[in-house]
T-cell receptor, first 114, second 110 residues
Framework: NAGVTQTPKFQVLKTGQSMTLQCAQD?????MYWYRQDPGMGLRLIYY???????DKGEVPNGYNVSRLNKREFSLRLESAAPSQTSVYFC?????????????FGPGTRLTVL | QKEVEQDPGPLSVPEGAIVSLNCTYS??????FMWYRQYSRKGPELLMY????GNKEDGRFTAQVDKSSKYISLFIRDSQPSDSATYLC??????????FGSGTRLSIRP
């Protein structure tokens, strides 16, 4: 099993450009998440999807959109990138029925917006 | 004020030392407490978790929760260079999403 995969690994954008970050998991998990990680700020939740067909805003959703394409895939779109969106983006998934809310993370996408 | 506070470090100790990593929190509803380990340029991985108060031990690692003080700790005994990573505390209540600390960067010197 590959676990959680993310593409691309690195990306440089100019202000105003758009792009989609892709995430896929092969663990048959229902819930999927998008976080951003910035120095001194920890992981902050952007959007999450509790199950296929549903999405909800997290702590910092402004400037982002998401699509839960199917059970495996959850994409994050930046419509008009801004320098404040320079960050490392992590996708995570979670299995239902566990006693603890353990999330499995992908390797991250390092995004720079110039 | 952040819901979860964590000293960012960096913390540098010699190999074999005992390491203490800590977080404080403000939300008394938190019941589940976790520690994630994140190696450089990797995603976080769950290291340990505890429910409510008390201690939990797993090999060289001990997680401790003091709900009366809203304070959690992770102790690493006989630290190894392979323990060098960023450690993030995380916590939640049954009705909430996970809140992560900002992480403490730890370096173990051989």
């Amino acid at each position: 099993n590959a676990g959680v995969t993310q593409t691309p690994k690195f990306q440089v954008l100019k202000t105003g450009q758009s792009m989609t970050l892709q995430c896929a998991q092969d663990m048959n998990h229902n819930s999927m998440y998008w976080y951003r990680q910035d120095p001194g700020m920890g992981l902050r939740l952007i959007y999450y999807s509790a199950s296929e067909g549903t999405t909800d805003k997290g702590e910092v959703p402004n400037g982002y959109n998401v699509s839960r394409l199917n059970k495996r895939e959850f994409s994050l779109r930046l419509e008009s990138a801004a320098p404040s969106q320079t960050s490392v983006y992590f996708c995570a998934s979670r299995s239902p029925g566990l006693a603890i809310n353990e999330q499995f993370f992908g390797p991250g996408t390092r995004l720079t917006v110039l | 004020q952040k819901e979860v506070e964590q000293d960012p470090g960096p913390l540098s100790v010699p190999e074999g030392a005992i390491v203490s990593l800590n977080c404080t929190y403000s939300n008394s509803a938190f019941q589940y407490f976790m520690w994630y380990r994140q190696y450089s340029r990797k995603g976080p991985e769950l290291l340990m978790y505890t429910y409510s108060s008390g201690n939990k031990e797993d090999g060289r690692f001990t997680a401790q929760v003091d709900k009366s003080s809203k304070y959690i700790s992770l102790f690493i005994r006989d630290s190894q260079p392979s323990d060098s990573a960023t450690y993030l505390c995380a916590m939640y209540s049954s009705a909430s999403k996970i809140i992560f600390g900002s992480g403490t960067r730890l370096s173990i010197r051989p």
